[in-house]
């Protein structure tokens, strides 16, 4: 155990999460090194093997708690998608570890069996679009899930943007971001 720390392993556990997030986030799983995540978490490599059984069951962990955290925060109103994709976007802002961790997770682990929590949060939300969409709420250009998934996209626009794109629109302000991602919605449904 490192020096000042206690034991208290809700407390470790939530330090190496923290920690793991933020290194897999700038190196990606191959890159990241348990001894890093153990010394940010001020911590032992010894823990993250006895929480997470591997660096891969700690980057599943992170990744499960990252996509409960944007599932809480932001559920889905298939009545109001303008809205629903803006505080997408802000939920992105605030935390700009998910589209990197996303990316990673696509780029490393995309042969990976899919997460339950995301495939029936993903099914929950394409059927509450389909029930829109029968009730004359949502137009029925694209399918439920093909609409779902233009919504998700354009409201992480700003966020997984290259940067040689991000330095031509250096001066595009936060609030106007959160316009055109809410505004582009409004337009895909025919909002007004």
Not at 44 to 69: P, T, W
Not at 92 to 107: D, I, M, N
Request: with cysteine.
């Amino acid at each position: 155990m490192s020096p000042g720390t206690t034991r208290d392993p809700a407390s470790t556990q939530r330090r190496l999460l923290e920690a793991g997030r933020d290194e897999f986030a700038a190196v990606g799983v191959a890159g990241a090194r348990v001894d890093r995540i153990a010394a940010a978490a001020r911590s032992n490599k010894a823990q993250i093997y006895h929480y997470f059984d591997s660096k891969d069951g700690l980057f599943d962990a992170v990744f499960d708690q990252m996509c409960r955290e944007t599932l809480d925060e932001v559920p889905i109103d298939p009545a109001d998608l303008p809205e629903y994709a803006g505080r997408l976007h802000d939920s992105y802002r605030r935390r700009p570890w998910v589209q990197r961790l996303a990316t990673w997770h696509r780029l490393e682990r995309g042969a990976d069996a899919a997460l339950e929590v995301v495939i029936a949060s993903n099914t929950a939300k394409i059927e509450s679009v389909a029930r829109a969409q029968s009730d004359g709420l949502l137009p029925t250009t694209f399918t439920a899930a093909e609409l779902l998934g233009l919504v998700i996209h354009l409201s992480g626009f700003w966020e997984s943007n290259v940067r040689e794109y991000d330095a031509l629109v250096t001066d595009v302000g936060v609030a106007r971001r959160r316009e055109v991602v809410v505004a582009a919605v409004a337009a895909l449904v025919g909002a007004r």
